[in-house]
């Protein structure tokens, strides 16, 4: 069950994120877009910006040092399921996701799956208190199940 729509949502909240690439681009050009982004995980989107999958720091990292050509395409690479969050959703239901899957940033969708934007931590600082936010650091980047 999806909680009900809030006041201030996931899109409002979030800063602007124009990063993203096409699941035919090349893993160099997904490096130097994250590298522009500043997340740790970098959208991939369709012709149309319907989310198709996301693709990681780490994963490049260890893609690159497994020996990968570097004009490889992302496609063969991307992570098909990433964690999401809806537009719609309030900072609560975003933080318990991030908390859920063990990452400080989530890409935000539309009812079509379309890449709205990213949404960090950061962006919920606003409207979250500061313990409630440390305390949730603490448990993304806590080691273990």
């Known amino acids: ?13 979030s800063s602007d994120h124009p990063f993203w690439v096409h699941p035919a681009d090349s893993l160099a050009v997904a490096a130097r877009t994250l590298a522009r ?17 996301t693709i990681t720091a780490a994963t490049l990292l260890a893609t690159f040092g497994a020996g990968a050509a ?23 239901w ?23 934007t990213l949404i960090s931590l950061h962006d919920l600082t606003p409207v979250i208190g500061a313990a409630v936010l440390a305390d949730a650091w ?8």
């Open 37 to 53: 982004a500043g997340f740790p995980l970098l959208p991939i989107c369709d012709e149309h910006r319907r989310l198709v999958g």
């Open 70 to 92: 570097h004009e490889q395409a992302v496609s063969e690479v991307l992570d098909p399921d990433p964690p999401v969050i809806a537009d719609y959703a309030g900072p609560e």
């Open 94 to 116: 975003v933080l318990t996701e991030m908390i859920d899957a063990r990452t400080w940033v989530l890409p935000v969708i539309d009812a079509g799956d379309h890449l709205v």
């Open 1 to 13: 069950m999806q909680p009900s729509r809030p006041g201030r949502t996931a899109a409002q909240l």
């Open 138 to 145: 603490r448990r993304i980047t806590a080691r273990g199940p």
